[in-house]
């Protein structure tokens, strides 16, 4: 049953009418291209069908292949135009114009046996170029890439078969498999396109259907409806439909670009508008492996890896770290005593913000200055540098603090192993802590060459924005000097990886113990409560200038669901909002009390 579609660059009437055939209860069974503009077909599953400017004759026999039952499954137009044309019905009937003569033959072959053909596609190169797929599992190609005839045999193993092939503009290695068990493979396609293949495929169901038009800039997939996942515990629901449907009510048009990840039982993506505008190089897709820098929500991964690191070294988050920093860095018995439990929450007597370069000569000045125990210095927002006295030896009320993670860059590369006395000592220190991240965080979980600079290539990497975009965007750079309290490039994919397994509690990252001692103890974390008394455990982060600006956040949410969102500019209309509140106020729209 297809009943959820997603349309690009295609012509506004053929949009209208895919959504007037589910309306109608006629779930389209095929949408189909002709070269030109406003050229298309779209059949549905009733065998209603609807065309547009498609050549008369072809209109004609559609009706003659309509009759005693029979309905239509599958119209086709080779590149080249004109009156060319394949038409294939439910009884095995089809009608063929101006194609290859080997095609037309090879579709007898592929009738016999009570086999039936099902799909017919022509790559857009034209000449003798073609795919036929019949009722039984069979199919035939010529002269189509031959990486993707391999992958139709991988993906017709286990009593699958191929219901679809694709091939979009301007040809070459780029095509779309997709066979009956909900498997799919794309390659060269545009990278929307197989965005929105994963999104409907895992939040609304099984992809039926792809299509791209004539002139190579548009294309069409349609799904199943019948996934719906809903995410409960004794207290009430949260429909993952329906946070990103308030997600996309809130930012579509309103930012330059952003990409989510949702999820309960498995994780989804969904990503739109723009990584890159047409300022900076040319437009690029912010597509869900995307990097971009996260601000603070580093933090949240830097927690991760000071629980996993100290837990392998046997080191107790209860312990001072006066023992575990290099032997020139000449601590007051105040900083000495501060535990790995007080940095990670906060707590640690430090009261000023840290918004300051955090490179290794800044925190280690900052970590070996003499504490005064007669002041009581009150905590320091971000507007303030450098306060004096920034130790408070009798406060450890939670203060939020750059200092405390940054820190950890230098603490667990020491306690794992590292020592190094050279003028590269905070490189060598540096490089080992993302490492380490990589090692015990990321590569468990399959998010792999995760790094705190700008990924390779640099088209991979999302600017950030003032709305609408149309100025140049801020460019972060490599953040790996100063890595910890911020500094990490993440995607929502690699993010979505990390989340969904502490969302599932099947220790990859954290044990069950170490889990829960995070949440309750807001290791990492700035929120385990929302206003409304439900669970929201979450860590955002954002930073701007005068050229635009990032918002990040990752959560835990409810009876089971987590979340992440990343924006890369301002919201349109909304002055200080960001990512967290998009996000928390998409979960509370979307749960329901029992």
């Known amino acids: 049953m297809v009943s959820a579609y997603f349309n690009r660059n295609i012509p506004d009437e053929c949009h209208q009418k895919i959504g007037e055939f589910i309306a109608a209860g006629n779930e389209p069974v095929c949408v189909a291209f002709a070269p030109g503009a406003n050229r298309w077909s779209i059949v549905g599953k009733n065998g209603g069908y609807?065309?547009?400017?498609?050549?008369?004759e072809c209109h004609q026999k559609m009706a003659e292949l309509s009759k005693n039952g029979a309905r239509i499954v599958c119209v086709a137009f080779p590149p080249e135009g004109g009156n060319r044309w394949s038409i294939v019905n439910s009884h095995g009937g089809y009608l063929n114009r101006n194609i290859p003569d080997e095609c037309h033959q090879k579709m007898a072959e592929l009738s016999k046996n009570g086999a039936r053909i099902v799909w017919v596609a022509f790559p857009p190169e034209g000449g003798n170029r073609w795919s036929i797929v019949n009722s039984h599992g069979g199919y035939l190609n010529r002269n189509i890439p031959d990486e993707c005839h391999t992958k139709m045999a991988e993906l017709s193993k286990n009593g699958a078969r191929i219901v679809r092939v694709a091939f979009p503009k301007p040809g070459g290695n780029r095509w779309s498999v997709i066979n009956d068990k909900g498997g799919y493979f794309n390659r060269g396609i545009p990278d929307e396109a197989h965005m929105m293949m994963g999104f409907l495929a895992g939040v609304h169901g099984q992809v039926r259907h792809i299509a791209f038009d004539g002139d190579g800039s548009g294309w069409s997939i349609l799904s199943d409806g019948n996934k719906n996942e809903k995410v409960c515990d004794q207290a009430g629901c949260?429909?993952?439909?329906?946070?990103?449907?308030?997600i996309t009510r809130r930012l579509d048009g309103k930012v330059v670009g952003y990409a989510c990840s949702l999820g309960g039982a498995h994780p989804t993506y969904l990503s739109r508008g723009q990584a890159r505008t047409s300022v900076d190089g040319g437009s690029r897709f912010f597509a869900p492996f995307t990097k971009t820098t996260v601000a603070s929500v580093s933090k949240f991964v830097t927690a991760l890896v000071a629980i996993k690191v100290l837990a392998k070294n046997k080191v107790s988050l209860g312990d001072p770290i006066g023992s575990h920093l290099p032997p020139d860095w000449n601590l007051d018995p105040v900083v000495a005593a501060i535990t790995f439990?007080?940095?990670?929450?906060?707590?640690?007597?430090?009261?000023?913000?840290?918004?300051?370069?955090?490179?290794y000569d800044k925190v280690k000045a900052f970590f070996t200055q003499r504490v005064d125990t007669s002041k009581n210095t009150a905590c320091q927002g971000a507007a303030m540098v450098d306060p004096p006295d920034a130790i408070n030896a009798n406060d450890k009320s939670p203060c939020y603090s750059n200092y405390?993670?940054?820190i950890f860059r230098i603490l667990l590369p020491w306690i794992d192993g590292v020592r190094d006395n050279s003028a590269q000592r905070a490189s060598k220190l540096a490089d080992a802590f993302v490492r380490l991240a990589q090692q015990h965080v990321f590569e468990p979980v399959g998010a792999i060459g995760v790094q705190a600079k700008p990924p390779s290539p640099a088209s991979d990497q999302a600017y950030s924005y003032v709305f609408p975009g149309s100025s140049s965007g801020e460019e972060w750079g490599d953040g790996t000097l100063g890595v910890g309290a911020a500094g990490w490039y993440l995607s929502i994919e690699d993010v979505g990886k990390v989340l969904h397994s502490l969302n599932r509690d099947d220790e990859r990252i954290?044990?069950?113990?170490?889990?829960?001692?995070?949440?309750?103890a807001s290791l990492g974390w700035d929120v385990t409560r929302d206003g409304n008394g439900l669970r929201w455990v979450e860590k955002n982060g954002g930073w701007g200038t005068g050229k635009g600006s990032v918002s990040t956040s990752v959560a835990l949410m409810g009876p089971g669901v987590y979340g992440a969102l990343f924006i890369n500019s301002n919201i349109s209309g909304e002055s200080g909002v960001g990512a967290d509140a998009v996000l928390h106020d998409a979960f509370v729209a979307a749960y329901q009390k029992r």
């Not at 949260?238 to 308030?246: A, D, G, K, L």
């Not at 913000?353 to 490179?359: A, F, I």
């Open 50 to 56: 609807f065309n547009r400017n498609i050549p008369d």
């Open 238 to 246: 949260v429909s993952i439909v329906e946070m990103y449907r308030q």
């Open 341 to 359: 439990r007080e940095l990670l929450s906060h707590r640690s007597g430090i009261k000023d913000y840290g918004n300051v370069s955090q490179e």
């Open 404 to 406: 405390n993670f940054a």
């Open 510 to 520: 954290l044990t069950h113990t170490q889990l829960a001692d995070m949440e309750a």
